[in-house]
């Protein structure tokens, strides 16, 4: 995995918890990037759902009407069509 550039800037943290997170040798800067990754991968997870809801919505309504096509299969290896 290569490194991605970097950038500086400027954050406004919280003191007294900036002080202790130092104070326990924690690493404040890598901390920020891992959250800050996992709230922008969240964000881009939710904004795919709301963009393609209505896709969701058209395949749902579809298969209560004609019911899934390996709706046989789907139930599983204790469902009639897996038997020897």
Do not use: C, Y
């Not at 004609?66 to 020897?84: F, N, R």
């Amino acid at each position: 995995m290569t490194s991605a550039a970097k950038r500086k800037t400027s954050l406004s943290l919280d003191a007294r918890t900036l002080d202790e997170a130092q104070s326990l040798g924690l690493n404040v800067s890598a901390l920020t990037e891992a959250a800050l990754r996992e709230a922008v991968a969240s964000a881009r997870r939710r904004q795919w759902r709301e963009e393609n809801a209505a896709a969701f919505a058209a395949q749902a309504e579809w298969h209560d009407r004609h019911a899934h096509p390996l709706a046989e299969i789907l139930s599983g290896p204790a469902g009639e069509t897996w038997k020897d």
